[in-house]
């Protein structure tokens, strides 16, 4: 499911949200590159095993590049967190 979608300095777009698709039932976050007409130039599904992770906002750097705001969940050493990277 998108969370969010920008329009890029080629006219396309790139756009962010959650899938469950590659690794159920755990959600991941998705970044995804359309080009002008809708077509998909790449998409890149960021797998973790753990359930909640998702993007939240994506953004177009000035030079050219990417950043993507995700919440990713998890349990190290029996310590539960959430960050956001």
Known sequence: MPANIEQTSDNGFI?????????APH?????????TCGGIEWC?????????DGA???KQTLDGGYILSAI????YDGKKYCSLV
């Open 44 to 52: 890149k599904v960021l797998i973790y095993d753990t359930a909640g």
């Open 72 to 75: 990713l969940y998890g349990d």
């Open 27 to 35: 959600t991941d976050p998705f970044i995804m590159k359309l080009n």
């Open 56 to 58: 939240i906002r994506v």
């Open 15 to 23: 756009l962010c949200g959650t899938t469950s698709l590659y690794n």
